[in-house]
Nanobody, 126 residues
Framework: QVQLRESGGGLVMAGDSLRLSCAASGRALSNYDMAWFRQTPRKEREFVAAISWNGASTFYGRSVKGRFSVSRDNPKNTGYLQMNNLKPEDTAVYYC???????????????????WGQGTQVTVSS
């Protein structure tokens, strides 16, 4: 099975940009659809973005569409979440997640993903 590890979180100011990485090990990332979720202590885990195993399809949560961009580099076994124009409400722990590739659908629900990283904290100060 695949192991996932996020990196790139930190403390930034509103309007700044940040890029998160998700490094896969154990199995090739190309076997998996990948998604990003975020969670704060007061909210349920929220869908942020998803990308199909080959990068051909992407989908974004309403609150981040137009500001965030998901991508992947399968030869490097790494996925990315580029976050631009960050807002204080983007403050959360960000998780990457993987699911065995599905050529017919791209999941947006947390229960559709089997493998999770440990999370990386993103804090946006106003």
């Amino acid at each position: 099975q695949v192991q996932l590890r996020e990196s790139g979180g930190g403390l930034v100011m509103a309007g700044d940009s940040l890029r998160l990485s998700c490094a896969a090990s154990g199995r090739a990332l190309s076997n998996y659809d990948m998604a990003w979720f975020r969670q704060t202590p007061r909210k349920e885990r929220e869908f942020v973005a998803a990308i199909s195993w080959n990068g051909a399809s992407t989908f974004y949560g309403r609150s981040v569409k137009g500001r965030f961009s998901v991508s992947r580099d399968n030869p490097k076994n790494t996925g990315y979440l580029q976050m631009n124009n960050l807002k204080p409400e983007d403050t959360a722990v960000y998780y990457c997640a993987g699911a065995p590739l599905d050529p017919d659908a791209l999941g947006v629900g947390a229960t559709e993903y089997d493998y999770w990283g440990q999370g990386t904290q993103v804090t946006v100060s106003s």
